[in-house]
C-alpha cells in the first residue's frame, strides 16, 4: 500500500478546516471543542487507528484524548 493510499482518508477529515490548536489542549485539557469537530467526521475510524497504530502520544485523533489513547492501549495489550 503506498503511503497516498494510507493515509488518503486525511484529504476527507472535518480537522482541515479547524483550528489545529484545539486538537492539541494545554494539558489537563479535555478537548472537548476537538470532539466535536471530530464526532461529525467520516474518516473518525480511520484517524483512530492512524494514531493508535504510530502511536502518537499528542492531541485528539479520532475523537479520542492522548490519555484515553494510552488507556486503550494498555486495555488492548492486557
Not at 500500500?1 to 486525511?10: A, D, F, L, S
Not at 477529515?13 to 490548536?21: G, I, M
Not at 494539558?27 to 470532539?35: E, I, P, Q, S, V
Request: aromatic share 6%; glycine share 8%.
Amino acid at each position: 500500500m503506498t503511503e497516498t493510499q494510507e493515509h488518503g482518508w486525511r484529504e476527507n477529515a472535518n480537522c482541515l478546516d479547524a483550528d489545529p490548536e484545539i486538537f492539541f489542549p494545554i494539558a489537563g485539557g479535555n478537548g472537548l471543542d476537538a470532539k466535536k469537530v471530530c464526532a461529525r467526521c467520516t474518516v473518525l475510524d480511520e484517524c483512530l487507528q492512524y494514531a493508535l497504530q504510530h502511536q502518537v502520544e499528542d492531541g485528539v485523533w479520532g475523537g479520542v484524548s492522548a490519555v484515553e489513547r494510552e488507556r486503550m492501549r494498555k486495555r488492548m495489550a492486557a
